[in-house]
């Protein structure tokens, strides 16, 4: 599976984002989807992760309530909607998938088989 990124840019505090992460492959729907961030300086940090149809997601707790995950199987896709945009949530998102589970929502970076190449994200206060 590769993935591709895009959507992000420069958006105020208080505003919305909506990522988008296209998917190659007729194996995107037997993977659990993940969004992971990272700031300048600091670790790999997961924001949000969907199983394979959809039925279940998992949020981080800094973006609990703000952002939600969605997927669309038939379009090899996956979104992070993003409201409520803080400055603290200014990072790079990557977009990854595992086929390793498909009902259970990992937090480890190193559970995730396929990463994107990331989206910078930044939020002015």
């Known amino acids: 599976v590769q993935l591709v990124e895009s959507g992000g840019g420069l958006v105020q505090a208080g505003g919305s984002l909506r990522l988008s992460c296209a998917a190659s492959?007729?194996?995107?729907?037997?993977?659990?989807m993940g969004w992971f961030r990272q700031a300048p300086g600091k670790e790999r940090e997961f924001a949000c992760g969907?199983?394979?149809?959809?039925?279940?997601?998992y949020y981080g707790d800094s973006v609990k309530g703000r952002f939600t995950i969605s997927r669309d199987n038939a379009k090899n896709t996956v979104y992070l909607q993003m409201n409520s945009l803080r400055p603290e949530d200014t990072a790079v998102y990557y977009c990854?998938?595992?086929?390793?589970?498909?009902?259970?929502?990992?937090?480890?970076?190193?559970?995730?088989?396929?990463w994107g190449q990331g989206t910078q994200v930044t939020v002015s206060s």
């Open positions: 990854a998938a595992t086929r390793s589970y498909r009902a259970y929502i990992s937090p480890l970076v190193g559970d995730y088989d396929h």
């Open positions: 492959g007729r194996t995107f729907g037997d993977h659990v």
């Open positions: 969907i199983t394979w149809n959809g039925g279940v997601s």
